[in-house]
């Protein structure tokens, strides 16, 4: 027989609405009380019914993920964080994707929020920072979470220091002896884009290596365009030595352009990328990137947004730690050399 909420009020002595403020993170709850109907849940092995609890209150117990973003391997690792966080919420949690240059992008989420009835939402970018989008949240009145946004004031989530991470990879780089480094950008409607380009530029300038703009080429996160972008700066009269792609995803492609092209990595040219998704360690070399704890971060997030459902006060901007992961497809630059066409 399926574990009823007054089953587990019985055993911990207590009523039915206290079960219900224990299991929703309510205050008002003293320790005590709280570690008991804590206990007697998991000895009865309850699972809250989450179409009763929406039933019972004005909470539909549902936040829903809204992305576009080209990078499933980024996308994955969000969303498993939100799962973390929403099971130890006693959440569901929806995927809203929708397209960031769409005319009627706005009606489409409008649309979302009235018919799944969720609770709050988390955004990924580009979304954070659409304005017609902030606007109409903002007349909702629905709760948001935001991850790597390029706004910060008065809003809740999660970022990251991108730039001085990029100073701290082009400082490895620099150490190897490159001089000549090139970058392959990110979507252009993504801060972190224009991050991980002012972390390059400063990375530079702090080395006293002048800016090249041939040096820097359009990309926007797909594997494909990492390819072409690559293709591009490896043909030129004096190649680079070194190319810092702004996601996984593209320098995944810069090492199949480069292997293509008969250079080895890191012999002729070193790759580095950004965010340590799966395919960092699934290529070969394995990828050295900046570690972008990007499924904590997702965890982190939701739990912001949790906070603001329960209290429109409450939720802050939460600064992850990243991390260098030194692996084999940066190493000691190579002598000026006439690349194979």
């Not at 587990?8 to 929703?24: I, P, Y």
């Not at 989420?109 to 970018?125: F, K, N, W, Y």
Request: hydrophobic share 40%.
């Amino acid at each position: 027989m399926r574990v009823r909420i007054e089953d587990v009020a019985d055993a911990a002595g207590v009523s039915m609405k206290t079960v219900s403020r224990v299991l929703n993170q309510e205050p008002n709850v003293s320790d005590e009380t709280r570690k008991r109907v804590e206990a007697a849940a998991r000895k009865l092995q309850y699972r809250p019914n989450p179409s009763a609890r929406s039933l019972a209150g004005q909470r539909s117990f549902l936040v829903a993920l809204l992305y576009d973003n080209p990078s499933s391997n980024y996308l994955m690792e969000v969303q498993a964080g939100m799962l973390d966080a929403c099971i130890a919420q006693h959440y569901n949690l929806m995927l809203a994707p929708v397209t960031y240059g769409e005319r009627k992008l706005v009606a489409h989420v409008d649309e979302i929020v009235q018919r799944s009835r969720a609770d709050g939402l988390v955004l990924t970018p580009p979304l954070t920072d659409h304005p017609g989008l902030m606007k109409r949240l903002g007349q909702l009145g629905i709760p948001y979470a935001n991850i790597s946004p390029k706004l910060r004031s008065g809003r809740i989530g999660v970022i990251l220091d991108e730039e001085r991470a990029v100073r701290e990879m082009m400082a490895h780089l620099i150490s190897l002896g490159h001089r000549r480094i090139a970058h392959i950008k990110g979507h252009p409607e993504h801060g972190a884009s224009q991050w991980r380009l002012n972390g390059y530029r400063d990375g530079l300038a702090a080395a006293g290596i002048a800016y090249d703009p041939a040096l820097v080429a359009e990309g926007d996160f797909h594997y494909d365009t990492g390819a072409i972008c690559a293709q591009r700066l490896l043909l030129m009269p004096d190649p680079p030595t070194a190319i810092f792609a702004a996601n996984d995803d593209m320098a995944a492609g810069t090492i199949r352009t480069a292997s293509e092209m008969g250079l080895s990595i890191p012999g002729d040219v070193s790759v580095c990328g950004f965010d340590d998704t799966p395919i960092a360690r699934q290529i070969y070399p394995p990828l050295t990137t900046v570690r972008q704890p990007t499924r904590e971060m997702g965890r982190l997030a939701t739990n912001e947004l949790f906070k603001r459902i329960k209290s429109p006060q409450d939720g802050q901007m939460i600064v992850a730690a990243y991390e260098l992961q030194l692996r084999q497809s940066t190493g000691p630059a190579a002598k000026a050399r006439t690349r194979r066409r």
